[in-house]
């Protein structure tokens, strides 16, 4: 087995395409998982974009009803899996080990095959547009709708054995971060030190090892149904469909925190940044984010009030998810406490932080309306619903994400994005959303039902549906400067290292951070560290004008690159890719699996000639 | 050589691990003495033993994590994390459990209704043949002749009648009386020829609630009751057909997958 | 390579490796959490036979779960043997490990065959489909679990194992002694407790 890995030389290249295929620094696989998340948010965008003008008007037949389904399936599955998850990700794997004061996370080589597994995750569910066998039963795929009998070809497989894949990259990534958080912060940040992003990702990452095992056996179940004749979901046989909905929903609350619980961090860095003072009540802010992790797992019927689960249970969704709002509630307070007096700056990144409250207020709002079970008898399954989902999940999490990479984008390529441009960016992103999903709202009060097809015009739907596809066309121009924005930023000047004057230690370093982060690892002052640095260094009588310097990289010992990770990955989406095409194939992924292991095991973190 | 001196204190010696082996042994011996029927106890403890089984095995549990996985002798943030975990799990599976089978423990109705002995299990614990099982159910539902009234009730929340199969002699002035007791579903109740209670629902999906999810004049179907919206009931009169197996069927969309039982005509 | 990571700086003072174990081991009893409380959910609800009445074998699987905790007993003088650093025995204790390990899984290969032709099977009942699929993922993290130890047991043959890299015959304990409390659970709810259900008994039958 160790001929294996003396066969084969060890990557030693920092440049080039091989050099990116092997790295396992966490600032480039940041890169990598943001650069490939936005190319599956256009994907997405697409999508969307397809819905969008199918129901642009009544009696529409732009596309068959079948390519409907699949549209919708697919733009949520993306967005939900394949871009806000990793554009988070990319936000921990960039920011985390800075803010903390480490040089990297606890398992360098772990982290690279997080993202090789996503990435081939993301890559074998869009197979499914290749071969026109694509997912279409939604993207919480409802059972049995999703037996074989009602979906008869392979796209329920494709979404199934994706998620699988995209679920191993997901919990790997989750332990990675636990770890990296709880025991590789500088000395003298203690947990009621650490930034709230910290924290934030902290919990989401404790919601992913803890949720994900839930929809494995689910979509196990699913697959077996599917594949095997087993009849877990099948009524004919004693299976019930609702066991699939408390699985799906078990894992689907937390989940709906796993998406939003980062960007309320990104948030609680950005808006004391720039209203010039500290976080109101950081303590508050922190245990409300634990009380929301917990109570998250108490609430998950609230997805199924209509499936006739009794008053009973009903009656105690209806109260676990009311309590819910409590501490989500309690963040807002303290956000809006925060800007309170403070000597605010519209920066591009404060206004998507200001964005983010506003929206993600009037989305918890219609969130409250639907916790009462009697109301939501109504809302169940109508537009209103969609408009609640995309007020949280478009201007809450993409909004906040949005706001990091505007805030985080002159620590990663030491360049600024144009400001009036990204202001541009912002008023089309906040115009378009509003055009676009605040319609739904009412359209979902008249009747409209989610997912439906197509109407004829005596609904009255019309109208609203119009403005809505509009509003989509101005979200697309948003995204489109956007992309203008990061192209031109190519030419603009370097910005020095602190062009926010932040608190967080990240600041602290040269932009972008040299492959070791910090040459010496900080000891930390307090909850803003860096403002504390500057103050006393104000104090003294030599302000900080420049990085902490930067020294050789030879002499900082760094995990060397490694082909181990990639090569594990291929393996594992082969054993996805075989059990949707041949079984033979799964076993050739389960050998060059396998193999990985062995040759990653045999070697070390580190080669030995980068030893000192 | 400090840190080795540090892990034979602070782990069990040999002797300590083959003690922990013996009990472990020991405890799976009684698990296994009281379920064994021939041992005697099984029968005097009856559903008792359940808990002291579970009782027993969370003992096990509890070793294993606290000895073998050295738990009790490892930094608590580890047993920490580990329970955290475990409980989690814990709650979850017995609120999901809970949701579904109810908090009295039965099983559902649907699975009661519909379950057929295992033929093998019975020829072995009775040594024959097994009896047709059509007449075996028949025998038990006695033959009505004359004005007769029919009752079947709706199970609850669950989308299943309470009743299987009902009986009737031919040209017999017969009235079916449904009750609904659920509170969100509404049903109704379709006799139809035998084998096409899912084309009348797919039909009747068609003719929408209006006409009570049947579509009017369809040949296949004998009589059918008003759509009882939740918690009300209804009935329906008619003429008992020419002997032979019919259906009866609520057509709700979707409902007639799992709602529907045997009518026989004497 | 272990030793540069046992003097590594942590914040806690805890290993990396053993924190990334504990965390997973939480994680996976939510895996298995999920897969028994189908199991519970669809207990007595099987349509047809075979019930497990007609099928289980408590006494053959009373067998096998000793042999399981007999490894576990073999794991942890394994454990002992490497803080000892003997050679010989960390190498023998392993293999025992694996060895029992297989033992069990012989037995699971035995018990689905018998399962197999008296009718039993995935797509046949409820109860097919969620015992072999509980089962047969134990089964599976048990094989996982023999590989790791063969591998390490190579490794301990080469020389590489002894106090220093204790860690790495201690992380595979602690995943080998959870395999070993997953069955203790499912010995109990499947077999002991759920061994001698019959099918629901039909209304008026």
Redesign the interface.
């Known amino acids: 087995m160790a001929a294996i890995t003396s066969v084969i030389p060890r990557p030693t290249s920092y440049e080039g395409l091989w050099g990116w295929m092997t790295t396992v620094d966490h600032k480039r696989i940041a890169v990598l998982y943001g650069v490939t998340a936005f190319i599956f948010l256009l994907i997405a965008g697409l999508e969307a974009g397809v819905i969008r003008m199918q129901l642009a008007s009544a009696d529409s037949t732009l596309v068959s009803p079948g390519r409907f389904n699949q549209m919708f399936t697919m733009h949520a599955t993306t967005m939900v899996f394949m871009v806000i998850m990793p554009l988070s990700v990319s936000f921990f794997n960039f920011v985390i080990p800075l803010a903390i004061g480490a040089r990297d996370v606890a398992f360098p080589r772990l982290n690279a095959l997080s993202y090789w597994i996503f990435l081939f995750g993301g890559i074998l569910l869009h197979m499914s547009f290749v071969v026109d066998q694509v997912p279409d039963a939604g993207w919480f795929s409802y059972a049995n709708l999703t037996e074989k009998p009602f979906s008869v070809d392979r796209g329920l497989d494709f979404w199934s054995i994706s998620l699988l894949v995209l679920g191993t990259s997901s919990v790997a990534g989750g332990l990675n971060f636990i770890v990296t958080i709880i025991n590789m912060r500088a000395p003298g940040m203690s947990m009621m030190r650490m930034p709230v992003f910290v924290w934030m990702t902290l919990i989401t990452s404790i919601l992913l090892v803890l949720a994900f095992p839930v929809i494995t056996v689910g979509l196990i179940e699913l697959t077996m149904d599917r594949n095997f004749g087993t009849h877990f979901f099948i009524p004919a046989q004693g299976g019930d469909p609702i066991l699939w909905q408390h699985l799906f929903w078990v894992f689907g609350h937390p989940e709906v925190y796993i998406l939003i619980l980062p960007a309320m961090g990104i948030v609680s860095e950005i808006l004391p940044t720039f209203s010039r003072k500290p976080l109101f009540g950081y303590p508050f802010v922190i245990f409300s984010g634990i009380v929301i992790a917990i109570m998250g797992w108490a609430v998950w019927s609230h997805h199924m009030f209509t499936v006739g689960l009794g008053p009973v249970a009903n009656s105690v969704f209806t109260i676990t998810t009311m309590l819910i709002a409590v501490p989500t509630g309690v963040k807002i307070f303290n956000w809006i406490g925060t800007l309170w007096r403070g000597a605010l700056e519209f920066t591009t990144p404060m206004m998507f932080a200001l964005g983010f409250v506003a929206l993600f207020i009037i989305g918890g709002l219609s969130g409250v309306s639907h916790a009462v079970s009697p109301s939501d008898f109504q809302q169940q399954d109508t537009y209103y619903i969609v408009a609640h989902i995309h007020y949280v999940l478009f201007g809450g999490s993409m909004f906040g994400i949005f706001a990091g990479t505007y805030y985080w984008f002159p620590k990663i390529t030491g360049k600024m994005l144009n400001e009036t441009l990204g202001k541009i960016n912002f008023w089309l992103l906040f115009i378009g959303m509003n055009l676009t999903f605040f319609p739904m709202h009412f359209l979902g009060l008249n009747g409209m039902p989610r997912r439906i097809y197509t109407y004829t015009a005596e609904f009255g739907w019309e109208y609203l549906n119009q403005i809505a596809s509009f509003g989509y066309l101005v979200l697309l121009i948003g995204i489109l400067v956007f992309m203008y924005n990061v192209w031109q930023s190519r030419n603009s000047r370097h910005v020095g290292h602190d062009p926010w004057d932040a608190p967080g230690i990240e600041w602290s370093i040269a932009s972008p951070p040299p492959p070791y982060n910090f040459a010496e690892i900080p000891q930390v002052l307090g909850r803003d560290h860096y403002w504390i640095v500057k103050e006393n260094a104000e104090a003294a009588g030599t302000p900080i004008t420049g990085p902490e310097p930067t020294v050789d990289p030879k002499s900082i010992h760094m995990p060397s690159p490694s082909y181990w990770p990639l090569f594990t990955a291929v393996g594992v989406a082969l054993i996805g890719g075989g059990l949707l095409s041949h079984f033979a194939l799964s076993f050739v992924g389960g050998a060059i699996a396998f193999v990985g292991v062995i040759g990653w095991s045999n070697e070390p973190a580190a080669a030995p000639n980068d030893h000192h | 050589m400090a840190h080795q001196t540090e892990h034979t204190t602070n782990h069990p010696s040999t002797k300590q691990y083959v003690t922990i082996a013996i009990i472990l042994f020991a405890i799976t011996i009684v698990e296994f003495l009281l379920i064994w029927d021939r041992v005697g106890i099984a029968d005097d403890l009856g559903a008792s033993k359940i808990p002291l089984l579970v009782a027993l095995s969370a003992v096990k549990f509890a070793i294993v994590i606290l000895f073998y996985m050295h738990l009790k002798f490892d930094n608590p943030f580890f047993l920490r994390v580990f329970v955290a975990g475990l409980t989690l799990a814990f709650l979850v599976g017995i609120a999901v459990i809970s949701l579904f089978v109810g908090f009295e423990g039965k099983p559902r109705t649907f699975a009661q209704n519909t379950a057929v002995p295992y033929e093998e299990h019975a020829e072995k614990d009775s040594g024959e043949a097994v009896t047709g099982e059509t007449g075996a159910k028949e025998t038990d539902t006695p033959i009505m002749t004359g004005p007769v009234t029919l009752v079947v009730g709706v199970a609850g929340e669950t989308l299943g009648f309470d009743t299987q199969s009902i009986t009737a002699a031919s040209g017999a002035e017969v009235t079916i009386s449904v009750t609904n007791p659920s509170a969100n579903n509404s049903h109704n109740l379709v006799i139809v020829k035998a084998g096409t209670k899912d084309a009348v629902a797919a039909d009747g999906t068609a003719a929408g609630p209006t006409n009570d999810w049947v579509t009017p004049g369809d040949s296949r179907v004998i009589a059918h009751t008003k759509l009882l919206t939740p918690g009300v009931d209804g009935e329906v009169t008619f003429t008992a057909p020419a002997p032979g197996t019919y259906q009866f069927v609520c057509t709700f969309p979707g409902h007639n997958f799992t709602m529907f039982g045997d009518f026989v005509v004497n | 390579?272990a030793h540069?990571?046992e003097h590594e700086y942590?914040?806690?003072?805890?290993n990396?490796r053993?924190?990334?174990m504990?965390?997973?081991?939480?994680?996976?009893?939510?895996?298995?959490?999920?897969?028994?409380?189908?199991y519970?959910?669809?207990r007595?609800?099987?349509?047809?036979?075979?019930?497990p009445?007609?099928i289980i074998n408590?006494?053959v699987t009373?067998i096998s779960?000793?042999v399981l905790?007999?490894s576990?007993?073999a794991?942890?003088?394994a454990l002992?043997a490497t803080?000892a650093d003997n050679r010989r025995a960390i190498v023998g204790w392993l293999l025992a490990t694996a060895f029992l390990g297989a033992i069990f899984i012989g037995f699971q290969i035995v018990e689905f065959n018998t399962f197999k032709n008296?009718?039993l099977?995935?797509?046949g009942?409820?109860f097919?489909?969620?015992f072999f699929?509980l089962t047969g993922?134990h089964g599976a993290h048990v094989t996982l679990g023999i590989?790791w130890l063969v591998?390490l047991a190579?490794l301990g043959k080469k020389g590489r194992l002894g106090?220093n890299t204790?860690l790495d015959v201690e992380l595979c304990?602690?995943y080998w002694?959870?395999v070993?409390?997953v069955w203790?659970?499912i010995?109990?709810l499947l077999y002991?407790?759920g061994?001698?259900d019959?099918?629901?008994?039909?209304?008026?039958?």
Do not use: R
């Open positions: 390579m540069a990571i942590t914040t806690t003072g805890l990396h053993k924190m990334l504990w965390v997973f081991l939480g994680s996976d009893c939510l895996f298995f959490g999920s897969l028994i409380a189908t519970m959910v669809y007595g609800q099987s349509l047809v036979g075979p019930y009445v007609d408590v006494p009373t779960t000793f905790l007999l576990s007993f794991m942890v003088q002992a803080h008296e009718g099977t995935l797509g009942n409820l097919g489909a969620t699929t993922f590989i591998a190579i106090p204790a304990g602690l002694h959870f070993d409390i203790i659970v010995f109990t002991l407790i061994g001698f019959a099918g629901p008994a039909p209304l008026g039958g």
